[in-house]
């Protein structure tokens, strides 16, 4: 018999039989989309994580204070830290070479408030060289200046978002807003820069000169009795440069310090080598994670691939004691369950693929708090999960009408 | 047309053996219409399975038609299965949720050839269906899924018919019905053998042969 005869044969069976079709193709599409959805919307977060650190740029150092007492190199949780950097300090770094910009940053959360309204925005206390560092682009007004920094003026540059939040379409430059029920004027807004890190916005951001920050908003002392600096970001002129940048930070901080012989430093320098090694291992962990996640579904798919394939075969022995017994040889019999476990398969592992794609689409759409989780669909995994479902599909498939097409017609007619 | 010879089957279940069959030998001529009857478990059915190359003996010679069957592998006897015999089964072994024109056309498929439609619709009139072809073997009384078998076991023109207690869920007019159907199939030149139980039909053929315990007890012409 003929390929096409066989082909009719199994389009019949599989069309007189919907309900049992329909339901052998929802556990493939189930195995195959669930598996595609778990490890696209994990690789997001993976990518997401990685890309917010990689925008910090390569040339950027960063000094930060550091509990002496601390074991260990650094941390990126501010809780381990004590005020011990001053702007003094940022002045005295002025004198190493081979860096472009200093930017000493403080950094903390608060509400923005006009008339009636308000919202939650990230604090920046900064001086004019911030720019240069975050790569913003001014969108109206002007950026803080030197002057503003001097004077502790009440001035305040809004980011994208807190703008149109908070004045919609009109021009906030001008306009007055609260920051603590302290009345500061707008300078400046900037233009959109998307991203976020740990689910805040990087347009969410409101910038005050970094003096007024210190007396005004979050009065913070070293234990010099001077006013705190958070961070200060060091760009440099080449990536090449950093550990001798590196030295030179260390011992003129040290000496501005007054820190001798055995004494910890208590302050630290971070590369962005550094902290893409610990963005690493968090990466790492989360796709170890991602694998199990991965390994797990794809078996649970196969499982119930392989489960609904060997019953829904096993039960048709009868039928294919009926095929055997006007005239059907084994080849008739394995050619039709074949290309029946084909259609099957292909048609479910498709419609898989399809599901798997269209719900990562649609969940990256989901707003979490100001950001949203963009899946990374990547071909391995969609060509991996098809593949090792149809090879299931057609291995458990097969092996029922394998051994029942062995049978003599008699013995499998009286199949139960 | 069938010469058995010495014809043996022994099942084994576990450490028991079962004689089914031992020792058969029957020429049955071609045009003859016989009756198979015994008690059950003389092995009247198991006969008929090898008669219809669903099952194999474990010794003994099978010739069809000339044909040593016993030396033939699983491929041909599926082409004779398919070409030169009909079986029809008292459980009928329609395909579920398959009209009764498409299961009547199953052995063509099998078989290969043009017009299956056609000759199935044929078959189907052959055993008075047509208006019954499109529907499904669970819309049709077991009268007339009995005839769909027929029709199935008929359409690739046999030269020997073999049913297996066809009647044996039917009703006494139905029976009256199908046993008249394989009455008129003999006469225009099938061999028909029917295993039965019920001696009334028995008479109605030409030749009863009686088995006892795998054992022929009895072979003789009805008069």
Redesign the interface.
């Known amino acids: 018999?003929?390929v096409i005869?066989s082909l009719?044969?199994a389009i019949?069976s599989l069309l007189?039989?919907k309900l049992r079709s329909s339901l052998t193709m929802l556990g493939i599409i189930i195995g195959v989309g669930s598996v595609i959805t778990l490890v696209s919307m994990g690789r997001g977060a993976d990518a997401t994580i990685t890309s917010a650190y990689e925008d910090l740029g390569h040339n950027l150092l960063q000094v930060m204070p550091r509990n002496p007492e601390m074991k260990g190199g650094f941390s990126l949780s501010p809780a381990y830290a004590v005020p011990t950097l001053t702007m003094d300090d940022v002045r005295a770094l002025e004198r190493v070479r081979h860096v472009e910009t200093l930017a000493p940053i403080n950094e903390n959360f608060i509400t923005i408030t006009v008339g009636g309204e308000s919202k939650g925005g990230l604090l920046h206390g900064a001086t004019p060289e911030y720019n240069d560092v975050m790569n913003y682009t001014l969108a109206s007004g002007r950026f803080i200046t030197d002057r503003n920094v001097a004077g502790r003026d009440m001035v305040v540059v809004l980011g994208s978002k807190v703008a149109t939040d908070l004045f919609d379409a009109e021009d906030p430059v001008g306009q007055q807003i609260k920051l603590k029920k302290q009345r500061f004027t707008v300078v400046g807004t900037l233009e959109s820069k998307g991203g976020a890190m740990f689910g805040v916005s990087f347009d969410d951001v409101v910038i005050v000169p970094i003096t007024t920050y210190q007396t005004r908003l979050f009065p913070q002392q070293t234990a010099t009795g001077k006013d705190a600096v958070a961070s200060i970001s060091v760009q440099i002129t080449s990536t090449e440069l950093t550990d001798e940048v590196t030295d030179e930070i260390e011992t003129i901080l040290r000496r501005h310090h007054r820190l001798t012989g055995d004494d910890k430093n208590d302050f630290a320098v971070v590369s962005p080598e550094q902290v893409m090694e610990i963005v690493g291992q968090i990466t790492l962990i989360l796709s170890g994670f991602l694998g199990l996640i991965a390994g797990i579904s794809l078996l649970v798919g196969s499982i119930g691939i392989m489960n609904i394939m060997l019953v829904s075969v096993t039960e048709r022995t009868?039928?294919i004691?009926?095929?055997?017994?006007?005239?059907?040889?084994?080849?008739?019999i394995l050619l039709q369950f074949l290309l029946e476990a084909m259609a099957l398969t292909f048609v479910g592992g498709g419609i898989g693929v399809a599901s798997g794609i269209s719900l990562s689409f649609l969940l990256s759409q989901l707003d979490l708090g100001g950001f949203k989780l963009a899946a990374v669909v990547s071909p391995d995994i969609v060509v991996l999960s098809f593949s090792v479902s149809i090879f299931i599909g057609l291995a458990s498939g097969m092996y029922p009408a394998w051994r029942a097409s062995r049978l003599?017609?008699?013995?499998a007619?009286h199949y139960e | 047309m069938i010469e058995l010879e010495n014809i043996t089957k022994i099942y084994r279940m576990g450490k028991m053996r079962v004689n089914a069959l031992m020792g058969i030998t029957i020429n049955i001529q071609p045009g003859e219409m016989v009756a198979l009857i015994g008690a059950s478990g003389s092995g009247k059915s198991t006969l008929m399975?090898i008669l219809?190359?669903?099952?194999?003996p474990t010794v003994g010679k099978y010739t069809l038609e000339g044909v040593d069957a016993s030396r033939l592998n699983?491929?041909k006897l599926?082409?004779l299965?398919?070409?030169k015999i009909g079986?029809v089964?008292q459980s009928f072994?329609?395909?579920p949720?398959?009209s009764a024109v498409?299961n009547v056309e199953?052995?063509l498929?099998?078989?290969?050839g043009r017009q299956r439609r056609q000759r199935a619709l044929a078959a189907l009139e052959r055993v008075g269906l047509t208006e019954r072809s499109n529907h499904k073997p669970t819309e049709l009384s077991g009268g007339e899924q009995q005839r769909v078998a027929i029709a199935?076991a008929l359409v690739?023109n046999p030269t020997l018919i073999l049913a297996d207690e066809p009647t044996g869920n039917l009703d006494s007019a139905t029976t009256a019905e199908i046993i008249a159907i394989f009455g008129q199939l003999n006469r225009e030149g099938i061999t028909v053998v029917l295993v039965t139980h019920e001696i009334d039909i028995a008479n109605q053929t030409q030749r009863i042969i009686r088995l006892l315990d795998g054992k022929i007890a009895s072979d003789e012409k009805v008069t």
């Open positions: 018999m003929k005869g009719t044969i019949r007189a039989n009868r039928e004691g009926i095929r055997k017994a006007v005239g059907a040889k084994r080849r008739d003599n017609p008699i013995d007619l | 399975n219809g190359f669903l099952d194999k699983d491929n599926a082409v299965r398919n070409k079986f089964f072994n329609l395909l949720r398959t498409s199953l052995p498929i099998y078989g290969g199935r690739n």
